[in-house]
Each structure stands twice: as structure tokens, then as C-alpha cells.
């Protein structure tokens, strides 16, 4: 099977290129989902969590707010460091399991935005970049995040630029312009994927 990363900086359009993948029956493994199924009660990064950071983060119904664990990380360079290490090797396992599962498929795709950080482009035998210019990456996380530009800037900070992931990438498609245009970047990369 074919094992696609699919990558790209917070707010560059991910979820839009895994949906068209979708649409053409491919698989999707997406890190985001299987982080948050494994941080939920009785669930191995639960506990973990909440050991390393203790219960403030806790909504009254007893689950993890990622919003507010998102909020600290973000602002504490050590702390995000602690809470990528705890989950990044769970949830490339998980990743990693289920892609065994699925091995009967011609392709998978798993989205994992921390893909170079976290060293999982290892397991890849290519690897997407969704690239957006500035402008439209915390335009588009400030909309998404409901959040100000300060914090839009804080979080596209915290992890690689954009520029760095699209240089490490086999393919990079630009979704700064029209849906149109995107696609067709799409159709031209799976063209090329199908024929390796």
C-alpha cells in the first residue's frame, strides 16, 4: 500500500485536500481525530494528560477542553514540547495500526500537520504540502479559531514555517487562490501518485 503524508502549516486548507481524497475513495487517517479519540476518558492519553498537567483543563463533564490545553501549549514552548512528547508516540502507533488494518488498499493518506516535527514522514512514501501564503493563514485561523491576530501569529509560530515543510515535501499544493485551481493541483498529484 502507498502510505501518503499529508501535511501543511495550521490553517492552510488540510481537511480541504483530505475531503477531496475522499471523494475519490481513498482512506484517511488524520492524526487530529486519532489524538482526541485517545484523549478521551479511559483512553490511554487521558490519564497521561492529566498527570502531566493536571485537572484544569477538565470540563464539567469530565473530558479534556482541547481549547484550553491548546491555549497553554501555545504559550509555553517547554510545555508543548512535554505534551508533543507524551501524545507523538501514541498516536503514531495508533496511526500506524491502522494503516495495517487497511493494508489491502492501493493508497492511505494520513494527515498529520506536525508530520516533519514529529518524524513521521519516515513512514511515507510521499508527502503533500498544503502551502498558503501569511495573509491567508491567519486570516483564515483567526476565522476558525475566533481568535485575534496576535494569537493567529502565536499559533502559526509554533510549528515549522511553511516554507521549510513545502521544501521537504515531494509535492506542494498552493491553496492560497481558487477552489478551482486547487483542484486542479490535486487531480495533477493523485495522476502522478496512481502511476508509481
Known amino acids: 500500500m502507498l502510505i501518503i503524508g499529508l501535511t501543511g502549516g ?15 475513495g481513498i482512506r484517511i487517517i488524520d492524526a487530529d481525530i486519532v489524538y482526541k479519540e ?20 477538565l ?17 509555553d514552548d517547554e510545555k508543548r514540547k512535554k505534551l508533543n512528547a507524551i501524545t507523538h508516540p501514541v498516536v503514531r502507533d495508533e496511526i500506524l ?12 493518506v494520513i494527515v498529520v500537520p506536525l508530520l516533519f516535527e514529529s ?3 519516515a513512514f511515507c512514501n510521499s508527502v503533500i504540502c498544503v502551502y ?13 479559531d475566533r481568535i485575534n491576530r496576535d494569537l493567529a501569529l502565536l499559533k502559526i509560530a509554533a510549528q515549522w514555517p511553511m516554507k521549510l515543510k513545502a521544501s521537504k515535501a515531494d509535492y506542494v499544493i498552493d491553496n492560497s487562490n481558487t477552489m ?4 486542479r493541483q490535486f487531480e495533477d498529484i493523485l495522476h502522478d501518485l496512481r502511476r508509481a
Do not use: C, W
Open 10 to 24: 495550521i490553517g492552510s486548507g488540510k481537511s480541504t485536500i483530505a475531503e477531496l481524497f475522499i471523494k475519490k
Open 59 to 75: 470540563t464539567p463533564g469530565a473530558t479534556i477542553d482541547f481549547r484550553k490545553l491548546a491555549d497553554m501549549v501555545f504559550h
Open 119 to 121: 518524524g513521521f514522514n
Open 180 to 183: 478551482s485551481e486547487t483542484i
Open 38 to 57: 485517545l484523549s478521551k476518558p479511559g483512553q490511554i492519553l487521558y490519564n497521561e494528560i492529566i498527570k502531566a498537567f493536571g485537572s484544569d483543563f
Open 97 to 108: 495500526k491502522e494503516a495495517e488494518a487497511i493494508k489491502n488498499q492501493q493508497m492511505a
Open 132 to 144: 498558503v501564503d501569511l495573509r491567508t493563514q491567519v486570516s483564515r485561523v483567526m476565522s476558525r
